[in-house]
């Protein structure tokens, strides 16, 4: 279904990335990893990809919050890859704490990775997506960002930032035959909420579906969201109902 076509997913080492590399290489798309150290996971996400799907796969060491870097690994990525068309946006991180408690550098770092670093990425990959005249670009934001979330003021403005950022890059984008959308996943089985279980979350136990969602729950909908040529400026609650 998307063979012949090459995906950056950035932040795809482990956790959501990886299942949608995964995903979208089970689909006969190519994958460019972006990732900004776990070198080791990323190549085993690529050997996965090569070995169960025969797409080709690579890993670049890139932090998404350098805009210079990313324009660097964006061109490598165009030379090494033909036909890039597809951008995951989904290296994210976390810095939690009270408003009251939160420093200025909690605060700035989670803006720089999660809605500057797609800015950057979504920027330096639009020129070849005009060239190839096809984008498909999936923002991962969170729940968070369309409710709030106590102790996660960076990280819910930065997520919330996104879902401004995918509909205006739709809107900008849209005659060009480039989509944007976003995916908010809820509470979904990761290392980052390792250390949150269903007992002590009372988020989690609220989830309508009875159950946190898997990194591959995450996966499905992005798959869809980049088969989807028709749907653009969408941000599509994946959260087992937890956000109704
Ligand atoms: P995760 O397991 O912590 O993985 C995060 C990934 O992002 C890692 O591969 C990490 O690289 C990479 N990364 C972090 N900073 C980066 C940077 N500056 N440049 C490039 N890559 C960077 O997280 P996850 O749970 O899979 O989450 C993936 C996305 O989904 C995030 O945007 C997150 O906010 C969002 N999300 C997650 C949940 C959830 O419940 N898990 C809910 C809503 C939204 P390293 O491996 O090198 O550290």
Do not use: W
């Amino acid at each position: 279904m998307l063979k012949g076509n090459t995906a950056i997913v950035t932040g795809g080492s482990r956790g959501i990335g990886a299942a949608i590399a995964k995903k979208l290489a089970s689909l006969g798309a190519n994958v460019a990893l972006l990732d900004i150290g776990n070198e080791d996971q990323a190549k085993l996400v690529c050997e996965y990809c090569t070995e169960e799907f025969g797409v080709k796969a690579a890993y670049y060491s890139c932090n998404v919050a350098d805009f210079e870097q990313t324009k660097q690994v964006v061109t490598q990525v165009s030379k090494d890859f033909e036909n890039v068309t597809i951008l995951i946006n989904n290296a994210g991180i976390t810095r939690d704490g009270l408003v009251m408690m939160m420093n200025e550098k909690q605060f700035d770092d989670v803006i720089s990775v999660n809605l500057k670093g797609a800015f950057n990425m979504i920027k330096h990959c639009s020129r070849q997506f005009m060239k190839n005249k096809c984008g498909r670009i999936v923002n991962i934001s969170s729940v968070s960002g369309l409710s709030g979330n106590a102790g996660q003021a960076n990280y819910s403005a930065s997520k919330a930032g996104l879902v401004g950022l995918t509909k205006t890059v739709a809107r900008e984008f849209a005659s060009k035959n480039i989509t944007c959308n976003a995916i908010a996943p809820g509470f979904i089985a990761t290392d980052m909420t390792a250390d949150i279980s269903a007992e002590n979350n009372p988020l989690a136990a609220q989830i309508p579906l009875g159950r946190p969602g898997t990194p591959e729950d995450i996966a499905g909908a992005a798959a869809f969201l980049v088969t989807s040529p028709y749907v653009t400026g969408v941000v599509l609650r994946v959260d087992g109902g937890l956000g109704m």
